[in-house]
C-alpha cells in the first residue's frame, strides 16, 4: 500500500471504523533515518489504533527506527517481509527475507528489545517455486523465538524471479533443492519475465488453508489472513479458522464497506454517520489541511470510493479529481459535487 495508506487516507478511514487497526504505508529505514522523519511519521490522533510498517534488513537500523515509532505514539511496529517490488528488491528486504528467517529473528529482537510497543511481521507464505507448507511453518517457528507472536499472512508466494516454471523444470535447474533459489526458467526454456506487484497481488494463487494449518500448529500465537477476501461473507468465514483479517485495496476501492465492520466484527452500536456525513468531515479535514499550506486534493483523492455503485457517483468523483479546482476552496468543490449526487437520487 505504498503511497495510499497515509495519514490523510488513515483519517479517512478512521472516520468509517472507529476500531479496525489501521497501517501506515511502508517506510523504509533509509528514508527514516536520513529523511523527514517528521514529514514521514505525524499522524492525526484521530487514527489510533495505528501500527507503523517498516522495510528494512538491517537489525540495528530497524531497532532506531522502531525507537523513533515508539516516540511518535504508535501502537505497533510492523516489519514488512511481503513486499515483492523491484525497488524493495534491490534493497534485500521486504519479501527477500523469507528466505532468511534467521535475519528476521535477528530483526525482531533487535527491535522488541528497543521498544516496549509489539512488534509483528506481514509476510507470505512462499516465495517463488517453494511452494512447501514446511517452508513458511519454519519461518513463523524460528521468527517467533524472537519475540514475535502476531505474524500478518497475505496468502500467496510472491514470485521474485518471475512466473513460476513447473516444478519438474524447477527442479531440474536446482538439483530438487527446494531451498535454494535459483533464476527458474519456464518450460519452453526462456527466462520468465517478473511479475509486477499488480501481478503479484493476483497471480500466484491463494492457499488459504496454509494460514489454517499454521494457526493449528502454533495455537498460542495470533495470525491475520490478508489477500482476496472482497465480502463479508468471506471475512467471516475466515475468522472461523483464524484470529483476524486484513484488507487492502478492497478496502480502499470500496471505503463504505468499513463502516459496518464495527458492528459486525467488535460488538459496537451501528454506525452513526451516513455518507453524506464522512464526506463532510472530510470536508473540514482538507479545510484545515488548506489553512496549513498543505494542499488538499492529497486527501480528497482518497475518498473517490465513498459513493461507489450509488447514483451520480461518477460524476461526484470527476469533480473532486479535478485538477482545475485544484485552487478552490474544498467547501466549494463540495458544493459542486454534491449536484450530481443530489440529482441523481431525487430523480
Same mark, same amino acid.
Given at each position: ?69 515508539? /516516540? ?19 534493497? %534485500? ?14 530483526? #525482531? ?54 512466473? %513460476? ?117 472530510? #470536508? ?39 485538477? /482545475? ?23
Amino acid at each position: 500500500m505504498m503511497d495510499w495508506t497515509d495519514r490523510h487516507c488513515r483519517f479517512f478511514h478512521r472516520l468509517l471504523t472507529p476500531r479496525a487497526r489501521l497501517y501506515t504505508e511502508m517506510l523504509t529505514t533509509g528514508a527514516l533515518l536520513h529523511g523527514d522523519v517528521p514529514r514521514h511519521l505525524d499522524f492525526n490522533q484521530e487514527e489510533h489504533p495505528v501500527a507503523l510498517q517498516l522495510g528494512g534488513s538491517e537489525p540495528a537500523e530497524l531497532a532506531k527506527c522502531a525507537s523513533l515509532g515508539e /516516540r511518535w505514539g504508535y501502537d505497533e511496529i510492523n516489519l514488512n517481509c511481503g513486499c515483492p517490488s523491484p525497488r524493495v528488491q534491490r534493497g %534485500a528486504f521486504g519479501a527477500c527475507l523469507m528466505a532468511e528467517p534467521t535475519l528476521v529473528a535477528d530483526c #525482531v529482537k533487535a527491535m522488541a528489545d528497543a521498544v516496549v510497543l509489539p512488534v509483528t511481521v506481514k509476510h507470505r507464505i512462499g516465495i517463488d517455486h517453494v511452494e512447501s507448507y514446511e517452508f513458511v511453518r519454519d519461518f513463523v517457528g524460528t521468527v517467533s523465538q524472537a519475540g514475535c507472536s502476531v505474524f500478518i499472512v497475505h496468502a500467496r508466494n510472491a514470485w521474485l524471479q518471475g512466473l %513460476a516454471a513447473h516444478r519438474s523444470t524447477a527442479e531440474s535447474v536446482n538439483g530438487g533443492r527446494d531451498n535454494e533459489l535459483p533464476a527458474l526458467r519456464s518450460s519452453t526454456g526462456a527466462t520468465p519475465r517478473r511479475l509486477s506487484p499488480k501481478e503479484n497481488r493476483e497471480v500466484p494463487p491463494l492457499r488459504y488453508e496454509f494460514v489454517h494449518r499454521l494457526k493449528r500448529d502454533f495455537p498460542a500465537l495470533t495470525f491475520v489472513l490478508n489477500g482476496g477476501l472482497t465480502q463479508a461473507q468471506q471475512i467471516d468465514a475466515q475468522l472461523e479458522q483464524v484470529d483476524g483479517v486484513m484488507l487492502g485495496r478492497q478496502a480502499y476501492h470500496h471505503p463504505w464497506d468499513l463502516a459496518a465492520w464495527d458492528s459486525r466484527y467488535f460488538g459496537a452500536v451501528p454506525h452513526a454517520l451516513d455518507r453524506a456525513q464522512i464526506e463532510l468531515k472530510m #470536508v473540514d479535514y482538507m479545510e484545515t489541511l488548506a489553512r496549513q499550506g498543505v494542499a488538499w486534493p492529497h486527501a480528497a483523492r482518497h475518498m473517490l470510493g465513498l459513493w461507489h455503485g450509488t447514483p451520480g457517483a461518477r460524476r461526484w468523483r470527476q469533480v473532486w479529481s479535478d485538477h /482545475r479546482l485544484k485552487d478552490e476552496a474544498p467547501r466549494r468543490v463540495w458544493q459542486l459535487a454534491q449536484r450530481p449526487v443530489a440529482e441523481a437520487h431525487a430523480a
